[in-house]
């Protein structure tokens, strides 16, 4: 179609709905939609709904957070790039209205609706992170849509145009920030775990320290399986040995209720004993319960009544030729550790992308590079992150494991041999383009040997320090660990 027509016949249906609108008769909506698109002025509207969203947690946290960020780049690309390039007149002011006139009309471009731009990046940021959250938010974003159009400020093709742009621009922060999968981990084959009614010969490891969540989680196994034991260890004892001492001869089955470092304790205990493992989520971190889907207290308490079990792969790590460490999560050196801890500080309020960018800048900026050699090979790195399994996105910050059972670790360097490394490796990851850098290598191999060649180095396992050394063996341990579920079930998203 010729473009002259194209525009011709935009004007008309412009025209003709802008018409439409300014004919119907004055009504309570009048005044409401004004006060709408005034309060949504510099996004201060999708601010203070950003601000509730991020204090409920979870999914419609980091929604909010990807939200705003789809803002900021719609805002930015509508208001300062397009609207210089493409102006045009707004609708006439005389013909708005008198009820629907707002105080301080806007001067810049019509085209393309900024507000328009701003409120379905900020809906479609939060649908990508919290589908039932972003349905909710999505009436409030058209309505402040519709507002630039009944105020008399916008034509309707401004304000299609502005939210075809904020929907993209939304949609292309996937590319630099993956959206966390809520799907379970895929797990091993099923095992071989007894049925035990109400929980009965089944003892549960309680972490004292982890806070009121676990309190309540506690409480529920123990409603749960009214027959089983709980033992709530010495803080300043080893956990693991009391862990295998109290189960004796007894015990039939263990299970933990904490967060990532207590499931760790659990776990070396089971593998000590050959016993099967329940987790109860009830720390601070629970990703290993998550990723195995190990949610819901009441999911995890039927498949011990039934005896329901799979499978699972853990690592390994042999610190100059010492006994093997496990780890359920990820096992790393250099810069990665603190990173690691500084993202977990951060995301409760930025969200872990922003977070953990956020942390990897830091980090890199006093971080010293490593003389190593990987496999034989010497490079020079910032940081080498050894995960339990399969993570995704491979060429991004990693945010699901689909796989605990496919007998391979994720290994992922930082390289810092090559001039300006720190800087290409922020911009890389600020950019989405990791996984063609030449700063930035991912392997997935059954096992790997890291030796420095220079100083001794902390390694970190499942997110506490294990100890420092020069040469670290790395091996997965495939099917190591019999784990009460199926990992089937979802992650609720709200």
């Not at 900021?72 to 690309?77: K, W």
């Not at 601070?284 to 792969?313: I, P, Y």
């Not at 506490?464 to 784990?483: I, M, W």
Request: with cysteine; glycine share 10%.
């Amino acid at each position: 179609m010729n473009p002259r027509s194209l525009r011709g016949r935009t004007r008309s249906v412009d025209l003709a709905l802008v018409k439409a609108s300014f004919a119907s008769r004055p009504s309570g909506l009048d005044p409401a939609l004004r006060t709408l698109t005034g309060l949504a002025d510099h996004s201060v509207l999708w601010a203070i709904v950003a601000s509730a969203l991020a204090a409920s947690g979870g999914p419609r946290r980091r929604g909010a957070v990807r939200g705003m960020l789809a803002v900021v780049g719609a805002s930015s690309l509508a208001n300062g790039v397009l609207k210089p390039l493409l102006p045009r007149d707004r609708p006439p002011a005389a013909s708005v209205p008198a009820l629907r006139r707002i105080m301080t009309p806007p001067v810049s471009s019509s085209f393309p609706s900024g507000h328009a731009a701003s409120a379905a990046a900020f809906a479609t940021g939060v649908a990508l992170e919290a589908p039932l959250a972003g349905l909710l938010v999505a009436p409030l974003a058209a309505t402040v849509a519709y507002s630039r159009v009944h105020v008399g400020v916008h034509w309707p093709s401004d304000v299609v145009v502005g939210a075809a742009l904020g929907v993209a621009v939304a949609l292309s922060t996937r590319r630099w920030w993956a959206v966390r999968s809520t799907e379970s981990a895929e797990l091993g084959p099923s095992g071989l775990a007894p049925a035990l009614h109400e929980g009965e010969g089944m003892l549960v490891l309680v972490n004292p320290g982890a806070g009121t969540h676990n309190s309540e989680v506690v409480a529920d196994v123990a409603k749960a399986l009214p027959r089983a034991r709980f033992l709530e260890p010495d803080a300043d004892e080893d956990f693991i040995a009391q862990f295998v001492r109290a189960a004796g001869s007894d015990a039939l089955a263990l299970g933990v209720c904490g967060g990532d470092g207590t499931v760790a304790a659990a776990v070396a205990a089971a593998v000590q004993t050959g016993l099967p493992l329940a987790v109860f989520p009830g720390g601070t971190l629970n990703h290993f319960a998550r990723d195995v889907g190990a949610v819901e207290v009441s999911v995890t308490a039927d498949a011990v009544t039934r005896g329901a079990s799979s499978r699972v792969d853990l690592g390994g790590v042999s610190i100059d030729g010492d006994e093997e460490i496990l780890f359920v999560n990820t096992a790393s050196i250099g810069g990665y550790p603190d990173s690691v801890r500084l993202r977990e500080k951060w995301s409760s309020r930025i969200g872990k992308w922003p977070a953990a960018a956020a942390a990897m800048v830091a980090v890199l900026a006093v971080a010293e590079p490593m003389q190593v050699e990987i496999d034989g090979r010497r490079d020079s790195v910032w940081m080498m992150f050894v995960g339990n399994g399969t993570y995704t996105p491979g060429d991004q910050v990693p945010m699901s494991r689909p796989s605990i059972a496919s007998g391979v670790l994720d290994v992922r360097f930082l390289r810092a041999h090559m001039r300006l490394s720190r800087t290409r490796l922020a911009l890389a990851a600020m950019t989405g383009t990791l996984g063609t850098s030449p700063t930035y290598r991912h392997l997935r191999v059954p096992a790997v040997s890291v030796r420095n060649l220079q100083t001794t180095v902390a390694v970190a396992v499942d997110g506490e320090v294990a100890g420092e050394g020069r040469a670290f063996d790395y091996r997965t341990r495939p099917s190591l660990l019999t784990l009460y579920g199926t990992g089937t079930a979802d992650a609720p998203r709200a």
